[in-house]
């Protein structure tokens, strides 16, 4: 009976419309303090540190900021830096604590655990915060970790792997020298050399302990994020993922072909995220954006940011592809835009350097002549419909 009563209720969010609201950002670090403590400057309850695009180690959002972001849904991505954090557990409990507190000193916003109960906040005017997990080493390992953070602290996205090869499986490798965050698997590669679409690949996929844990998470209702997993894990997840039936989720990245790296995603990842219905978010970062297309009059990443987006919206539908910006996630982002790409926003000006400017990234783009959904609330109705199916799939597979 209980299964039945979820089902119906997540059938109704599927056929009821959401009321107007903003784009969607799937990827923030909004409480990095706690998760790197002296080494990050600035804590969300604070004014902002960021002073331009080229601050990654300075706050970028706090709640006057994200007010002003016109985001609808906001995915807040946990994370504990296993080098600055004494606990990584204490630490992601304490970034649980500050995101109930924001939504417990703001009423316009819901912290939400389940795709019917962000629907209902929507349709009644009101914003969408959603948990993540970035990296489950050391803070999700057993029975009583999925118990403590997903069912009772409410994490219902995760990215299982992040930067280095763990006991749970591979990473993809970073651009450069940042490739050398895992720095056992790039030796490995260079006596054993792996390519896959033009790239460096990492041999890990994933151990028998990453299995359980991507089947577990699957029981209790998590949203599998496939960011940061080496193109061998990737496949092991996506095979698990598909025989679920749960769509695709890549919450921030860019496009293999262009960015010269495994952390780009490779076309038979963009393939299964078609064949799957699923959901991906490009990262609005120079770094990231590095080596994508660009118009003749014009040598701005907004423009690049553009024409990835075009590109992949061709594939996906614009519905599906959103932003993943990585906000306090130690990267840069846009720089101001030159001559040929003026879009009339602050990022001509400034560049993209806080939350507050998430409604115009989309605004420049659309200036520029991307295929961005008008109005924008048709990005957070294709979401809450898309994590809909993934968490009645996770809770079939649980039952």
């Not at 903003?22 to 309850?45: C, I, N, Q, Y």
């Not at 606990?87 to 304490?94: G, V």
């Not at 769509?247 to 262009?258: C, E, G, I, M, S």
């Amino acid at each position: 009976m209980k299964l039945a009563l979820v089902l119906l209720g997540l059938l109704s969010v599927l056929l009821s419309p959401i009321a107007e609201a903003g784009p969607v950002e799937l990827h923030a670090h909004l409480f990095m303090k706690e998760g790197m403590t002296w080494a990050f400057r600035g804590d969300f309850f604070g004014p902002l540190r960021a002073t331009s695009w080229k601050d990654p180690f300075n706050s970028q959002a706090n709640p006057e900021s994200l007010e002003s972001s016109g985001l609808s849904i906001v995915v807040a991505a946990l994370y504990a830096h296993p080098l600055f954090t004494l606990s990584l557990r204490e630490s992601i409990r304490r970034q649980i604590a500050l995101a109930r507190k924001f939504v417990l000193t703001h009423d316009n916003w819901v912290l939400a655990t389940d795709p019917a109960q962000a629907h209902e906040a929507l349709q009644q005017g009101k914003r969408v915060m959603i948990l993540a997990l970035e990296g489950a080493s050391g803070i999700i390992e057993t029975p009583q970790d999925i118990q403590e953070f997903i069912d009772d602290g409410g994490i219902r996205i995760v990215t299982p792997l992040h930067l280095m090869d763990d006991e749970f499986g591979g990473v993809a490798f970073l651009k450069g020298f940042r490739a050398l965050a895992s720095p056992f698997a790039w030796m490995k590669q260079l006596f054993l050399p792996h390519y896959n679409e033009g790239v460096r690949t990492n041999h890990a996929g994933l151990t028998p302990y990453g299995q359980w844990l991507v089947t577990e998470l699957l029981k209790h209702h998590v949203w599998i994020d496939l960011a940061h997993a080496s193109d061998a894990a990737q496949t092991e997840m996506i095979s698990v993922l598909k025989a679920a039936e749960q769509p695709l989720l890549v919450t921030h990245t860019v496009l293999r072909k262009f960015h010269g790296a495994e952390r780009g995603i490779s076309n038979s990842t963009l393939q299964a995220i078609k064949s799957t219905h699923g959901i991906l978010g490009l990262m609005p970062s120079e770094e990231m954006l590095e080596g994508a297309p660009l118009p003749d009059n014009c040598s701005s990443s907004i423009a690049s940011l553009a024409a990835e987006y075009t590109e992949i919206s061709a594939q996906l539908g614009s519905d599906s592809v959103m932003l993943g910006s990585d906000f306090n996630g130690g990267i840069p982002h846009l720089a101001p835009t030159g001559p040929g790409c003026i879009t009339g926003t602050s990022i001509d000006q400034q560049g993209l350097w806080n939350i507050g400017q998430s409604t115009e990234v989309w605004q420049a783009m659309a200036k520029l002549g991307a295929p961005v959904p008008n109005p924008l609330s048709k990005m957070a109705d294709h979401f809450v419909e898309v994590w809909s199916k993934a968490y009645k799939n996770a809770l079939s597979v649980g039952n």
